[in-house]
């Protein structure tokens, strides 16, 4: 009997540990869950201009497996580049203003729009279908080994880069956008490439020859440029380097 006594008392105590602890758990998840999610996502946009710098290369898949290099990517159009994933509320609610921008501008803009496919939380099954279900048709790549976000720093989701045609990061932006600060942005990068292409265009004059030129602007037999302006004041050197040089 005093055994069957003490065996109940030490029954009695171990669910009592067993209740603390489980308690002590779900208060202890709770509180490690809302801290991840201020960490990891953002309502808050936060857009930067910045110093231009190289934007960093890395390596993705598109939604049919393809393996692409951002570096191919650019050099051709201006981009931008957008962080993202399906379980990220900010995300969903800056996507619409990026489908309307893509339909919008994708003729003059490459949009990269690459998933945080970690494997566990975001899988790209996941991704895909949020994709699909919402419609969205801008090009998304999946960012299997995290390359991309370590590359890129993306340490809260989204994040938005800015890319001009010269593969250059201008500005840059964590948190959600609205449709209108991020056309603002898209503008600043067509405005930058088309002051870049007056600058460096070659003219009509080249349709004289060059003998024609260097004999009217008197100009040395030089192959160190591009092209050049004759005009009544002088000639304009368009140099391999990207100078522009008036004589």
């Not at 692409?68 to 509320?89: D, E, M, Q, R």
């Not at 440029?225 to 004589?247: K, V, W």
Request: aromatic fraction near 12%; proline fraction near 4%; glycine fraction near 6%.
């Amino acid at each position: 009997m005093k055994q069957q006594t003490k065996l109940i008392g030490i029954l009695v105590i171990l669910i009592a540990l067993l209740a603390g602890a489980f308690v002590l758990y779900k208060n202890l998840s709770k509180k490690y869950k809302a801290d991840t999610a201020s960490e990891e996502t953002s309502s808050v946009n936060d857009t930067e201009e910045q110093e231009a710098v190289t934007a960093p290369d890395f390596n993705a898949a598109d939604a049919g497996g393809k393996p692409i290099h951002f570096f191919y990517l650019t050099g051709k159009k201006p981009i931008v580049l957008n962080f993202w994933a399906s379980w990220c509320p900010p995300c969903k609610q800056e996507m619409p203003g990026f489908e309307a921008m893509y339909k919008k501008y994708s003729g003059k803009v490459d949009f990269v729009m690459v998933n945080m496919t970690d494997g566990a939380r975001e899988t790209k099954k996941k991704a895909s279908s949020f994709i699909k279900e919402q419609g969205y048709t801008f090009p998304v790549y999946y960012d299997t080994e995290q390359e991309a976000a370590y590359n890129y720093q993306a340490e809260s989701l989204p994040t938005t880069y800015f890319i001009n045609r010269d593969g250059e990061i201008v500005s840059g932006a964590r948190g959600a956008m609205e449709e209108s600060a991020l056309e603002a942005q898209i503008k600043k990068l067509l405005e930058e490439q088309s002051e870049q292409a007056h600058f460096n265009a070659p003219t009509p004059h080249s349709l004289r020859g060059l003998t024609t030129l260097r004999a009217r602007c008197n100009l040395p037999q030089a192959n160190n440029f591009l092209t050049h302006l004759c005009t009544t004041r002088g000639a304009f050197l368009f140099h391999r380097e990207g100078r522009r040089t008036f004589l």
